[in-house]
T-cell receptor
């Protein structure tokens, strides 16, 4: 089973910040939080990842709570091209290295 | 440019036939993965491999087989034992056992069994 839970869908107005939440209450100390997105019929695209600290890159920001049990992906100025399914996943760096995907959040950007 | 290539993009097969999906990467990644995606659903793990000549079953391995004879290649065979093979198949690769390194995905193969 996936180690993360996300809302099934969200709406965001174009030009506004999209804040996508993710719960990972059973995360372990060496597990990274990753965010990917998938546009219809394409392979998932890497967005950002982090362990403890907040992270920012050219696509998004990742805010991880101090207890690491939840995180938020922020797309600062959403455009119609950001319409996609967003997956929050936890990756273990260990012997049984694999990612289990949940169902993700379907983000609709409203014009 | 380095990347991961899946071929073909679309594949049609008759029921009862085995079919092999190709996945090749030139990223020098040790680990490779196969996922299946059904319409409106998330990705489900079929098989994964962290090193040449070794692989493990994922959550839905029944009806599938893989091989890992070369670091660059991880072909997936959909056998006639797979009851509902029509789906979108995604291959990924990464550094093995490195949590601080993301997966790279291919563009997928859409298999339709008629």
């Amino acid at each position: 089973d996936a180690k993360t839970t996300q809302p099934p869908s969200m709406d965001c107005a174009e030009g506004r910040a999209a804040n996508l939440p993710c719960n990972h209450s059973t995360i372990s100390g060496n597990e990274y939080v990753y965010w990917y997105r998938q546009i219809h019929s394409q392979g998932p695209q890497y967005i950002i990842h982090g362990l403890k600290n907040n992270e920012t890159n050219e696509m998004a920001s990742l805010i991880i709570t101090e207890d690491r049990k939840s995180s938020t992906l922020i797309l600062p100025h959403a455009t119609l091209r950001d319409t996609a399914v967003y997956y929050c996943i936890v990756r273990v760096a260990g012997r049984d290295d694999k990612i289990i995907f949940g169902k993700g959040t379907r983000l609709h950007i409203l014009p | 440019d380095g990347g991961i290539t899946q071929s073909p993009k679309y594949l049609f097969r008759k029921e009862g036939q085995n079919v092999t999906l190709s996945c090749e990467q030139n990223l020098n990644h040790d680990a490779m993965y196969w996922y299946r995606q059904d319409p409106g659903q998330g990705l489900r793990l079929i098989y994964y491999s962290q090193i040449v000549n070794d692989f493990q079953k994922g959550d839905i391995a029944e009806g599938y087989s893989v091989s890992r004879e070369k670091k660059e290649s991880f072909p997936l065979t959909v056998t006639s034992a797979q009851k509902n093979p029509t789906a979108f198949y995604l291959c990924a690769s990464s550094r093995a056992q490195d949590g601080n390194y993301g997966y790279t995905f291919g563009s997928g193969t859409r298999l339709t069994v008629v």
